[in-house]
């Protein structure tokens, strides 16, 4: 009995020393090849096709040097953490490129060679308010071409496959393409004017950060508003707020168009950042207007100016009255229900923050096919601008939804014609009777239709790449970090890349603007809402009634009667309104009350899924295994 129990006891502690064996084992190969499980559902650390289709174009060895400070004092936690995720990451692209990707890991400790590669490679040291100095950021380099990520900061994670697979991108072309941005608004900053500055009146403005995130991948070039001609090296046209453009510069982006150039149209008819009194655009006064009206025409597209959308099922809360949250629905904060997924612009994205959006009505002329990539729910209507500025309570409390979808972007493709068939416009400004006649030019040969099928993307607002709508700019250890909020940015960039770059970094991109906005709360407080505007108008009108009834009960007094006293019947009827105004907010507070529960109550059950659901599941999968192995066990 006693050596049986010594050989139970020998067999225990062998089988534990074999698992502990075995599990160390485990761990050591798996971390000699790093895979990943990725439990996510989008996938969020597995390299996107993006990615892998961008690596296949290799053609050659692209060495890709990772700077990193090692050691314990000199990195903080959060960094060296951040640093080793970066690591894992360019191991996956390693594992997939092959020998196509070389990784350098160097530790640029002072003094040292690794220091001045990265000083030549334009990876700047951080200094740490210890006085220490560190490095975490990385070149790329191909065939002489070179990026340089200087500070990968942990706040861009969300970006970094993004980052990363647009370097490599950016090594394997030879020359960028050229990019043309057409504005009425300072889009490239302003320049310093001490005079001005003096005077309180001017402050030097930075370009908006998405002309710094094009310029990272092409060449941009400002477009003059008043030319014409379109050079036709620009591989792109983005026309921002055509504000009062001439006919003749209409014609210019006509031919260009006609010509087999690409356009990208942002119109606008209520825009909150035209001309403002200072940066903040909230704070400005009567909204500008923008259409490219003879070319819509041409088109058959239509643009109301002055009308926004609001739609009660993308509400934004902002700040209100005495700083409480209030419901916008002017500030449309779309989910992926307003975009369309069947596209590859749109399909990547998730949310998108635009305000005060106008919409695209009419059918597209002969020969185009419209398609439209993002929308409105059925449950919104149009509204004036400049009311919807003033006051977000006005346009819920007026609110009667339309009952359709309203285009907010649109892609015309097909083969164009020309909005000018009688050609170039005549100069609008007749010379003066003095002066000399100059001999009439050749007249330019004017195209009248497209020789080829082309595309033009159109967006019915400007504000939506404000940089207080899409980014957030952040100081990280004296670099300028940029941060999407919304994928306003990432769509924008979708768009001229895939007229003029790689489009397999859309799919890239769009996966660092990931948002997952409660719809089903969303619908129940839009529902709500709708139940509170009926009741407060059923209070409203019996108010209205009650005010008449006492208006015609005063022009009833006699002459001689006194006319601020109150009849009997009069302080019957004020009464009854006061006793059903009661019974109304009554019937408010109920509502409210009763959402609040249903609020809360699904809050709970969402909390008790993700707080108990994993370890119930464990627990269940341990115990159908102990059932399992004791039903074969008693079976022998």
Known sequence: MKNRKLETLFFSVAGVAAMFVILVG??????????????????????????????????????????????EKEMPMQLKSYAQRVEDLLSEYQQYAGKKLLIKK??????????????????????????????????????GQKVALPFLSPSRERLLEYDLSRAISGVLIEEKPVIGVMSSLPVFGTPFNPMMAQMGRQQQQEPWVFISELKQDFNVEQVETMVDKIDDKYKVLLVMHPKGLSDKTQYAIDQYVLRGGKLIVLADPSAIVDSQGGSNPMMGSMPGSSSLDKLFAAWGV???SGKVIADMNFTTQLRGRNGQPQSNPTFLSLTEEALNKDDVLTEPLDNLLIPFSGAFSGTPAAGLKETVLVKSSSNSQMVEGFIAQMSGESIVKDFKSGGKELPVVIRLT?????????????????????????????PEESLKESKTENAVLLVADVDWLFDQFCVQVQNFFGQRIVTPVSGNLSLLQGMVEQFAGDSNLINVRSRASLSRPFTVMNKMEADANERFQSKIKELEGSLADAQRKLNELQQKKEKGQQRLILSAEQQQEIQ??????????????EERKKLRRDIDALEFKLKLANIAGMPLVVALFGISLFLIKRKLTAAR
């Open 302 to 304: 239509t643009m109301e």
């Open 26 to 71: 485990f761990n050591y190969i798996a971390a000699l090849g790093k895979q990943r499980i990725d439990l996510t559902k989008e996938k969020l650390y597995t390299l996107s096709d993006g990615s892998k289709e961008i690596l296949k174009k290799i053609d050659g060895q692209v060495e890709i040097r990772f700077y990193c400070t090692r050691g």
């Open 414 to 442: 097909g083969k164009f014609k020309t909005a000018f068939p009688d050609g170039k416009p005549k100069d609008e400004t007749p010379a003066a009777p003095d002066e000399e006649k100059k001999p009439e030019a050749k």
């Open 576 to 589: 009854g309104f006061r006793k059903k105004e009661a019974e109304i907010n009554k019937q408010l507070k």
């Open 106 to 143: 160097l530790d640029p400790q002072p003094d040292s060679d690794a220091e001045d590669s990265a000083n030549l490679d334009g990876v700047d040291g951080q200094m740490l308010q210890s006085g220490d100095q560190i490095y975490l950021g990385l070149a790329i380099e191909f065939v």
